[in-house]
């Protein structure tokens, strides 16, 4: 495979994706060494929830994905500025968010405690639900650690990783050396604001009134505002939907491309085009002009929900570099192994997918991997692969979008590919996407809205049979 033995490996990130990635590196049984690296007091990752918004902090426009490592505000537990506690690092997570999964789909396999949750759980119940998911490897995260330079150390034939830590509470700086590293950091950091004509000078005329989805948290500060949403993301969509109840109608939605509605009534949504201009503030009008000519005017905010580049200041030494544009990850064979250093494997860089169970996925593959038990193919056909993607799919944002599920297919070609190694007892494995979740899969729009449309009682809802829909029967090669 091009690369040392591995028994020392680290795990960047204790979020979903860390936790998958070190529960299937244990179930190998071969690995000496095993550290979770994670910069917060928890586990959880983007689940977690604090009142910390520093929207001040948000550069507009921000098109640089090459930014540095967030540094963490030291906060009491009802989220105000205080003497050191634990690390808070700011997250898209809202105050009344919901899961725009279902229940079954979105539990881990092994673990089916989130179905006693609303059909659309909570973001409370979601983050317990990882809390506890997380315990059996508990003992392995390094906590309030941050990562901030994994580079390239050659002793001889063998190459490893250096990693460079910082206990964040003492300061303490720390390097050791691992045969293998996972990324498992998410990509929630770095937001997307496209650099839009006039919007310079809209900022500094009307500071605040520009923002972005990571620092929403509550509808409060909108009430009876003129408010514009850039985004039709599910995100944004129920962004907009907690907003509406108490800012003025309609909410104007900008958007490229329209989106199945899953939040019941539009009467007060207006869909707009692509925002082309930011009318100088000398029109004294606050107004925008969209790509269709149209103008609206008098407008106390615009929130865009315009998502995240990649970006891994703490892999900055690596060439060929990972993050050019910050629209993908670069040099990635099946999302996954970086091909010219396989030895550094990332989990969790689709987007557009059932999160949880297509990182076990990925996790069992890498396992394997570096296990042993499975080889990779040589770089060409590795190359051929991404060359392929980018053919398809483009070398920007669509690389790694896995939507119309394509998730499935992918999370099944995970699995098969895993099951490749020669069987052993006790084997850890993920079970394949049933037809049942499939037919789900493809409706998630219209259960979501009829959920919504249940109102109040929609907490009282906890599968999809009970809202009318029966996927029972369905053939997979419908779905597939």
Not at 24 to 39: N, P, R, S
Not at 370 to 379: C, D, E, I, T, Y
Not at 440 to 465: C, Q, T, Y
Request: charged letters at 25%; glycine letters at 6%; proline letters at 6%.
């Amino acid at each position: 495979m091009g690369y040392n033995v591995i028994r020392k490996v680290a795990v960047i990130g204790g979020g979903p994706a860390g936790i998958a990635s070190a529960k299937y590196l244990l179930a190998e049984k071969h690995f000496d060494v095993i550290d979770i690296f994670e910069q917060r007091a928890s586990t959880g990752g983007v689940w977690n929830y604090s009142n910390y918004a520093p929207s001040e902090e948000l550069t507009i426009p921000q098109t640089n994905p090459h930014q540095p490592l967030e540094e963490p505000k030291w906060l009491s537990a009802t989220g105000t500025v205080a003497t050191p506690s634990h690390p808070i690092f700011a997250t898209p997570m809202y105050d009344r968010l919901e899961s725009n999964i279902p229940n079954f789909l979105m539990r881990h396999p092994d673990d089916s405690s989130l179905e006693e949750q609303p059909l659309f759980a909570g973001r409370e119940s979601v983050l317990d639900y990882l809390n506890r998911y997380a315990d059996d490897v508990r003992y392995l995260i390094k906590f309030q650690t941050q990562v901030y330079d994994v580079r390239r150390k050659s002793d001889g034939d063998c190459d490893r990783w250096l990693v460079c830590t910082r206990d964040l509470k003492s300061g303490k700086v720390s390097e050791r050396l691992y045969d293998a590293v996972v990324i498992a950091s998410g990509h929630f950091s770095v937001p997307v604001l496209p650099d839009i004509s006039g919007i310079r000078a809209w900022d500094v005329a009307y500071p605040g009134v520009i923002t972005h989805s990571k620092y929403y948290r509550k509808p409060d500060g909108f009430k009876d505002k003129n408010v514009v949403v850039v985004g039709n993301s599910f995100s944004g969509l129920d962004i907009a939907n907690q907003i509406r109840t108490v800012s003025k109608h309609p909410v104007w939605n900008s958007e490229r491309s329209k989106k199945p509605d899953f939040q019941g009534s539009e009467k007060w949504k207006k869909e707009m085009a692509e925002i082309a201009e930011f009318i100088s503030p000398s029109d004294a009008r606050r107004a925008l002009r969209f790509a269709d000519g149209q103008v609206v005017s008098e407008v106390d905010a615009v929130m865009f929900c315009t998502g995240y580049y990649y970006s891994f200041p703490f892999l900055s030494s690596l060439q060929p570099p990972v993050v050019v544009t910050g629209e993908r990850v670069e040099h990635l064979y099946q999302h996954i192994f970086y091909m010219d250093q396989p030895s550094i494997a990332f989990v969790g860089m689709p987007f557009k997918v059932i999160p949880f169970r297509t990182w076990e996925g990925q996790a069992a593959v890498i396992a394997r991997v570096w296990s042993g038990r499975l080889q990779l193919p040589g770089k060409q056909e590795m190359r051929a692969w991404e060359t392929d993607r980018i053919a398809d799919r483009g070398a920007g944002r669509n690389f790694h979008d896995l939507s119309r599920l394509e998730d499935f297919r992918y999370h099944n070609n995970m699995v098969d590919w895993a099951l490749q190694a020669v069987s052993r007892v006790n084997d850890r494995i993920p079970p394949k996407w049933s037809e049942r979740d499939a037919s789900a899969r493809k409706d998630i729009p219209a259960i979501k809205k009829a959920f919504a449309d249940k109102g109040n009682l929609r907490h009282l809802v906890r599968s999809v049979e009970e809202l009318g829909f029966d996927f029972r029967g369905q053939s997979m090669l419908k779905m597939f």
